[in-house]
């Protein structure tokens, strides 16, 4: 038997039914938003993401699946959604048409890594791009949008917040960073000793227990903001009490890229075991330019739907639609053309083989309709149908122009 690769999952029945119903909420949300769906390819070049993510970071380093396509080209599939639509942003020379450009996405992403709960190597993400808003408002849009999405699915969250500063107070910040982390630099971990040199404001996100300890007393970003960031971030936080969302200020949730600045937000969750991260987004205002567009200020955030799927609360299902068969074979040519005009305007589930009545019930139940609607010689004759609403258990004959 062919299995399906390690970490490439099927999602089927059940999950299947999640899945569409988170992506049709989320979709719904972002459109109130203002929001329009874009779609980019799953396969870019490797230079994008290693300009975007990072050479140092783990995705370029371990996780892409990277290769040389038959064009000679360095390709891969892309391991997160932001790069392409700045991409795509650029490449429809937006930034050069200015205006407002809001854009949301749901698709596969891949990463080589350990597979485990919550974590996939192939796995599928919701996210959202905003262009050409500089305002600090849009950057709290951003936040009351994730939380619109978790609150209409039921999921529990804490949000966390913090302040990256800028190309002002940014660099000061490091240096008196990489100043207090070489002071212990034989106490923390492998990682973190690389991250001094290349992305040292990542020795703050370190999950190593020790790490952390030794960074408690660390200088923090947020007492270090000018007074344009300062300003800011005391703004968001004032539309999000103003619009009763709940935050915590966490000053080790960082971005380890040069055109990430100003906010940075993450909404957690207790109820996922270690991959607490739920969604995640801020301010990369220096991307677009970074990748060869005209300077843009960008804002955004990414949902992974595989971590979200357990928590989803479904509404309650409701019965709909039709089950429609023949009790004998000279009917079943009519039901099969009245099933076709009938999926004009209804979802209509029908069995090709003939039946008795009560076997007919049976399937109609099982298919979880509303209605069962059942010709047999004597419909045929009269050209009727009959019809029982499994709700209400009324049944009726009717003629079959009425139905």
């Known amino acids: 038997m062919i299995a399906s690769l390690r ?3 099927d999602i089927l029945s ?27 390819p799953l396969l870019e070049e490797t230079a994008l993401f290693k300009r975007s993510v ?51 996405y749901h698709g596969a992403m891949f990463r080589y890594e350990r597979p485990q709960k919550g974590r996939l190597r192939q796995f599928h993400q919701f996210g959202v791009e905003s262009f050409g808003v500089e305002s600090v408002y849009e950057d709290a849009a951003m936040i009351m949008m ?41 106490g923390i971990c492998i990682d973190c000793q690389r991250r001094v040199d290349t992305n040292p404001i990542r020795v703050l996100d370190c999950k190593n227990g020790s790490c952390q300890e030794l960074y408690v007393e660390a ?20 539309i999000l009490d103003d619009n009763s969302i ?12 040069d055109y990430y600045s100003k906010t940075a937000f993450e909404f957690v969750s207790d109820d996922i075991g270690s991959q607490s991260a739920i969604a995640g987004g801020g301010r990369y205002d220096r991307l677009v330019e970074f990748l060869g567009g ?15 799927m357990e928590l989803i609360k479904m509404p309650e299902s409701t019965k709909e639609g039709y089950y429609i068969g023949a009790m004998d074979d000279e009917a079943l040519s009519s039901v099969i053309k009245i099933a076709h005009q009938k999926r004009k305007t209804h979802a209509v589930v029908m069995d090709y083989k003939t039946k008795n009545l009560k ?40 003629p079959i122009a009425e139905f």
């Open 7 to 9: 970490g490439m999952n």
């Open 294 to 308: 005209r300077p843009t200020p960008a804002v955004g955030f990414a949902m992974g739907i595989e971590r979200l």
């Open 246 to 257: 709940k935050y915590e200020i966490d000053s080790s949730l960082v971005r380890g890229l």
């Open 146 to 186: 994730v939380s619109d999405i978790l609150n209409k699915l039921g999921i529990g969250y804490r949000l966390q917040l913090n302040s990256l500063g800028c190309n002002e107070c940014m660099p000061s910040y490091k240096d008196s960073l990489v100043d207090y982390v070489r002071k212990c630099q034989d």
């Open 54 to 104: 990072g050479e140092s970071s783990d995705i370029v380093g371990k996780e892409m699946y990277q290769f040389i396509d038959k064009g000679e080209n360095d390709v891969c599939l892309r391991p997160e959604g932001t790069a392409g639509v700045v991409r795509a942003f650029i490449q429809k020379k937006l930034d050069r048409a200015g205006g407002i450009h809001r854009f949301f």
């Open 359 to 398: 076997n007919h019930l049976k399937a109609a139940d099982k298919a979880n309709v509303k209605y069962c609607a059942v010709i047999g010689s004597d419909e045929m004759k009269n050209k009727t149908i009959w019809v029982k609403n499994l709700e209400d258990k009324s049944e009726n004959t009717i």
């Open 219 to 238: 200088p923090k970003i947020t007492q270090n903001l000018c007074a344009s960031c300062n300003s800011d971030f005391s703004q968001l936080q004032k």
């Open 14 to 40: 059940e999950d299947y039914e999640r899945f569409t119903y988170f992506i049709e909420t989320s979709s719904e949300i972002a459109k109130r938003y203002g929001f329009h769906f874009i779609e980019t």
